[in-house]
């Protein structure tokens, strides 16, 4: 049984209507597109921190034992490796010709307060990293 030929037409002309439309998803919320960037450079950060962590043979943290800052202050002391701690630096202060470097971050799962001194050269190669039109500079 052949169909009428209004709605075989009707048909055709809604098939060619329909081609090359495609659907249109409403816009985005401002607050969606800043979460899905900062998603994807967080996903990014954690990669190049794990690579920087590896290639310098560097403490990561992964000890679920770490309970205490005097936990993290004696790794460092008996071992001749650096510490890697993914956070933010808060602070920065001149104190005795050093800087003293304030980090919130993360090891072990655990969030802590990070004071580390550094000296002036490695102070000048970490103050030109950062773009000081943002308040929290993230890293490893």
């Not at 001149?94 to 800087?99: I, R, V």
Request: glycine residues 4%; aromatic residues 8%; positive net charge.
């Amino acid at each position: 049984m052949a169909l009428p030929p209004k709605i075989m037409k009707f048909l055709i002309s809604l098939v060619f209507l329909s081609c090359g439309q495609e659907k249109e998803e409403p816009p985005k919320e401002k607050w969606e597109v800043r979460y899905d960037k900062q998603k994807q450079l967080d996903t990014l950060n954690k990669n190049e921190a794990a690579n920087l962590s590896a290639k310098l043979n560097a403490i990561s943290g992964k000890d679920n034992s770490l309970k205490f800052t005097y936990q993290v202050q004696k790794i460092v002391k008996d071992s001749s490796q650096p510490i890697s701690i993914i956070g933010n630096i808060t602070d920065m202060v001149q104190k005795d010709g050093n800087y003293l470097l304030k980090i919130y971050g993360t090891i072990s799962k655990k969030d802590c307060l990070f004071e580390i001194s550094v000296s002036p050269e490695i102070f000048q190669k970490i103050f030109n990293q950062l773009d000081l039109k943002y308040a929290l500079h993230e890293g490893c």
